[in-house]
């Protein structure tokens, strides 16, 4: 695939689609007495969900208002295909989609992200599922207005997936955050490091960093916005810089980062054990807005296992850097990746998995089982592990892990920890949730009788919604812990 720079000209040509889109939906909407609607279904991992904000953005800039799920004017499935169940999931939901194509014919369908780079997932659309209108990559996002356009006004169904790796200016393009108080800046998409197991290189091509300067623009425009947490998002954000003029490098831009006023919080992923370097554990260290975490996927403790996934460095090299950063950032968390069963993985190969968790001791863990992912080299090993051993070990590792999580949860029950508040828990409108500055999830009410940051105050009895305090700072007593969060007391507001 050809790498290709989107110039101001692209763009251009993008804008006058979506003059002429514009006016036409919005004739038809003062017609027809009611808004164009849409919904986007994101499935997998941030850099879909910083993607279907993009293509919110374009939808909104059309003149679109968001929609309720079973009756709107367009649904789109932004796609993931990292792991089997995620493509079982959109062919589930497609199956559904039907029924609602049935009840409103004029229902536009899309599909896109990265099930779509692949070509057995587009023709089993193309035959199964022929009620799809549209299909795109996840690298053509800023070419929505056009192939919308091409639905509208010439052809019944556009199937389009571009081949080209494009690097988008993204100042250009309008981006409907979901989050008032954290922002996903995608520092550079694509992957180059063809882990054994893994379908991204494939879907999202090779790597292209945004130019520092870009990235810089754009973070110092949220902070006069009021953002107040940026998530620096790659596939591998250490390798980021190599392909620019002038090299500059992940430990510069996190530093730059972290000195942007009114950015409180700097967070990152994913870090590549095999790239990261001392010195961005360094600039972790000495910066109190960095976040003190580190996700830092495993995938195995065993170097013949590492060797079999590509992943360049052995079981020794990932403990150096895991001690490192303990030593260095001593209220540190590190989460991280770990697959079971990948092809020809013995009992000993995950002995030595456990072992390295036990050493470790990860704060926390996203644990898979292996999944065959078609054209992986993975995928054509002969010695796949049956599914009753691969549940097995899965279950044993779980369970390590989870004792880890309560263990880490509970060494910090006692301290005072300064906690950006992100809204309302999923279970009660008047709990609050948010995150410590090392990542750990924390649940808390507030005293009766309290002043609100933003002058109010709150009494015993009254409604309260803890979205409203979204994105402000609080000093919170950890009071009791979970696996998988903190409880805690309100002490006072930190703005
Ligand atoms: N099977 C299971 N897990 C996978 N991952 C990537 N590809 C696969 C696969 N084929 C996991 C890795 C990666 C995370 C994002 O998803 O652990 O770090
Ligand atoms: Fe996949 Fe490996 Fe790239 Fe991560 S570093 S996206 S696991 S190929």
């Excluded at 004029?106 to 199964?128: D, R, T």
């Excluded at 800046?185 to 197991?197: A, D, K, L």
């Excluded at 390798?239 to 500059?248: A, F, I, V």
């Excluded at 967070?267 to 996700?295: C, G, Q, W, Y």
Aim: net charge negative; hydrophobic share 35%.
């Amino acid at each position: 695939m050809a790498t290709v720079v989107i110039r101001p000209e692209d763009l251009a040509v993008q804008k006058k689609f979506a003059d002429d889109l514009t006016l036409s939906y919005r004739e038809e909407a003062k017609r027809r007495g009611y808004e164009f609607t849409y919904n986007i279904r994101t499935y997998g991992c941030q850099l879909n969900e910083s993607d279907s904000e993009k293509l919110s953005g374009i939808l909104k800039s059309l003149s679109f208002v968001p929609g309720q799920t079973d009756d709107t004017d367009l649904v789109v499935y932004n796609t993931c295909s990292i792991r089997e169940n995620a493509r079982d999931r959109l062919f589930g939901n497609l199956g559904l989609v039907k029924a609602m194509k049935r009840k409103n014919p004029l229902l536009i369908v899309a599909v896109c992200g990265c099930m779509m780079k692949q070509n057995e997932n587009v023709e089993k659309i193309k035959k199964s599922y022929p009620f799809v209108d549209l299909i795109f990559g996840p690298q053509d996002i800023h070419r929505l207005p056009e192939l919308l356009f091409r639905i509208r006004f010439q052809q019944k169904k556009v199937y389009d997936v571009s081949q080209t790796d494009y690097i988008a200016d993204d100042l250009d393009l309008p981006i409907d955050r979901s989050r008032k108080f954290r922002a996903l800046v995608p520092i550079m998409y694509g992957c180059n490091n063809f882990c054994t197991y893994c379908i991204v290189p494939f879907t999202r091509g090779r790597e292209r960093s945004r130019p520092f300067d870009q990235i810089m623009k754009e973070i110092a425009g949220l902070s006069s916005e009021g953002y107040k947490e940026i998530l620096l998002l790659g596939q591998n954000v250490n390798s980021y810089g190599r392909d620019l003029e002038g090299m500059p490098d992940f430990a510069d831009l996190l530093e730059a980062c972290s000195k942007v006023s009114g950015i409180v919080r700097v967070r990152f992923m994913t870090s590549h054990p095999k790239d990261l370097s001392d010195r961005v554990i360094e600039i972790i260290a000495d910066n109190p807005t960095i976040e003190k975490h580190l996700h830092l996927p495993l995938q195995s403790g065993s170097d013949r296992i590492l060797t079999a996934m590509n992943r360049h460095y052995s079981r020794e090299q990932y403990l150096r850097t895991a001690r490192l950063f303990r030593s260095s950032v001593p209220q540190g968390t590190i989460s991280t990746d770990i697959i079971v069963g990948f092809p020809g993985e013995t009992q000993e190969d995950f002995e030595e998995t456990l072992s390295l968790m036990r050493e470790i001791r990860f704060d926390s863990a996203f644990t898979f089982q292996y999944s065959v992912r078609p054209g992986t080299p993975a995928a054509q090993m002969t010695d796949q592990i049956p599914q009753e051993v691969v549940t097995a070990r899965f279950s044993r590792l779980l369970e390590l892990q989870n004792s880890h999580c309560y263990e880490s949860n509970m060494q910090v029950v006692g301290t005072l920890e300064e906690i950006l508040i992100e809204g309302r828990s999923e279970t009660a409108p008047y709990i609050l949730s948010g995150r410590t500055g090392s990542n750990r999830l924390i649940n808390f009410t507030l005293p009766d009788d309290i002043d609100l940051p933003d002058g109010s105050h709150l009494e015993k009895g009254d409604t309260f919604d803890g979205d409203k305090l979204e994105g402000c700072l609080a000093q919170v007593r950890i009071t009791g812990a979970r696996p998988y969060s903190l409880e805690g007391r309100w002490e006072s507001w930190n703005s």
